[in-house]
């Protein structure tokens, strides 16, 4: 059995696959001249699959398709099944790890201060996992999900143990303090989200902060620029056109990062655990290391106490909030720039499945597109807030450490 994997998958799933079955890196097989019969794909978003980008299968179509993400928008799902070819994907694997990185974002930007109103848009995995961390804090919440509302009265039952979801309206998420995105890619009808605000609602929302973690278009990035110059305050990790994106938005942006939200050590273990599931039932033979499902096994991270104010600590569980700033840099001067090292960084090289292919080269202004990727597939993997550990002082004077889930230290 041959399966061709992404490179950036390829040790994680060696670790969890049987030595008889080969594994033929995504890079390699794509160079072949004539395209070898395979059984089987295990991609990432990065990588398109439709007719287009593989019209051999009309002919010679693989088994499978495990694509080790959460969303679907990067294959023709359609296409696939109409060709006998099973797809999988990894719903809600990283959810927690995007929420930490909402939360940390809205902290991050308003100084450890912000206790108005969130709004959330798309009430899914990842959405309720905002919601979630959101309410332990105190704040507000309203929720904008009109599919969801409408799949909970067609059949007649409740999807949520707590009662009925009821959706917000478009104007009472406008009307909140900060709005974060989470939906699908849908292009046209009812439920269109590329994209869901342009210039009309933008102007006339009360929004301050914006984060947008979802799908790149689902807010207009003209509009979300000139939002921006005008004192809103974005986060933006996702880009429409990525890895080539406006840096014109990337500067106006306060925080900037390369399509990391959900990565962590932990959200890693998920799609692996889940990916090896998909493989056992599509009939692939598998062996699984049992650290390889046991995301409580990764060695916890204890902070310092040399902290000097809440934008510190913030950068401290979640190094991206500093290292923002880099890659902003980078990106606009179009030149590599050495990752900054925070105090946890060795665990994060030597972590499972961490994402490091060397170091950083060179990159020309023209080479911007390499560069994001690098940013993006070269960052350590950190660690999740409930494998955080915190002294009794910093949980004292920084008492939200304890309700979005780091531990006391003993």
């Known amino acids: 059995?041959?399966?061709?994997?992404?490179?950036?998958?390829?040790?994680?799933?060696?670790?969890?696959?049987?030595?008889?079955?080969?594994?033929?890196?995504?890079?390699?097989?794509?160079?072949?001249?004539?395209?070898?019969?395979?059984?089987?794909?295990?991609?990432?978003?990065?990588?398109?699959?439709?007719?287009?980008?593989?019209?051999?299968?009309?002919?010679?179509?693989?088994?499978?398709?495990?694509?080790?993400?959460?969303?679907?928008?990067?294959?023709?799902?359609?296409w696939l099944t109409a060709h006998g070819i099973h797809w999988r994907h990894c719903p809600g694997a990283n959810a927690h790890a995007v929420a930490e990185y909402v939360i940390a974002s809205v902290l991050w930007m308003s100084q450890g201060s912000f206790q108005g109103s969130l709004g959330i848009v798309g009430v899914g995995a990842t959405g309720q996992a905002v919601e979630s961390l959101a309410k332990e804090l105190?704040?507000?919440?309203?929720?904008?999900?009109?599919?969801?509302?409408?799949?909970?009265?067609?059949?007649?039952?409740?999807?949520?143990?707590?009662?009925?979801?009821?959706?917000?309206?478009?104007?009472?998420?406008?009307?909140?303090?900060?709005?974060?995105?989470?939906?699908?890619?849908?292009i046209g009808g009812e439920d269109a989200?590329?994209?869901?605000?342009?210039?009309?609602?933008?102007?006339?929302?009360?929004?301050?902060?914006?984060?947008?973690?979802?799908?790149g278009g689902t807010i207009d990035e003209d509009a979300l620029y000139h939002w921006a110059k005008r004192g809103g305050q974005l986060a933006c990790d996702v880009w429409h056109g990525e890895p080539s994106i406006r840096l014109d938005l990337l500067e106006a942006a306060t925080l900037a990062t390369p399509h990391i939200a959900g990565y962590s050590i932990q959200s890693r273990l998920n799609v692996f655990a889940q990916v090896t599931k998909h493989l056992e039932s599509l009939g692939v033979p598998v062996q699984v290391p049992k650290q390889a499902n046991q995301a409580g096994e990764v060695s916890p991270v204890t902070l310092s106490d040399d902290v000097t104010s809440a934008k510190e600590l913030?950068?401290?569980?979640?190094?991206?909030?500093?290292?923002?700033?880099?890659?902003?840099?980078?990106?606009?001067?179009?030149?590599?720039?050495?990752?900054?090292?925070?105090?946890?960084?060795?665990?994060?090289?030597?972590?499972?499945?961490?994402?490091?292919?060397?170091?950083?080269?060179?990159?020309?202004?023209?080479?911007?597109?390499?560069l994001f990727k690098q940013w993006r597939t070269q960052t350590p993997l950190r660690t999740e807030f409930r494998r955080i550990y915190a002294s009794e002082p910093l949980h004292t004077t920084y008492p939200w450490l304890m309700k979005i889930g780091v531990q006391k230290a003993s």
């Not at 050495?338 to 490091?356: C, I, K, R, W």
Request: aromatic share 10%; net charge negative.
């Open 1 to 78: 059995m041959k399966i061709v994997v992404d490179r950036q998958l390829l040790d994680g799933i060696q670790k969890v696959i049987a030595p008889n079955v080969t594994c033929i890196p995504l890079e390699a097989y794509a160079l072949e001249n004539h395209r070898p019969f395979v059984d089987g794909f295990i991609i990432r978003s990065v990588t398109r699959i439709d007719k287009e980008t593989y019209p051999e299968w009309i002919n010679s179509p693989p088994s499978f398709v495990i694509t080790a993400t959460a969303g679907i928008d990067h294959i023709d799902t359609e």
């Open 138 to 186: 105190g704040w507000d919440v309203v929720l904008y999900d009109p599919p969801r509302a409408r799949a909970a009265q067609d059949f007649g039952r409740e999807m949520q143990p707590a009662g009925p979801f009821r959706s917000s309206t478009m104007d009472d998420i406008m009307a909140c303090d900060a709005v974060t995105f989470h939906v699908p890619r849908v």
């Open 193 to 215: 989200t590329m994209p869901l605000w342009s210039h009309e609602e933008l102007q006339n929302a009360k929004t301050f902060w914006i984060i947008q973690a979802s799908r």
């Open 314 to 370: 913030i950068e401290a569980i979640h190094p991206w909030m500093a290292r923002s700033s880099v890659f902003k840099a980078a990106m606009l001067e179009g030149h590599s720039h050495p990752l900054g090292q925070s105090q946890y960084d060795d665990q994060f090289h030597d972590g499972p499945f961490a994402e490091n292919d060397g170091p950083f080269t060179e990159a020309k202004p023209h080479h911007r597109e390499g």
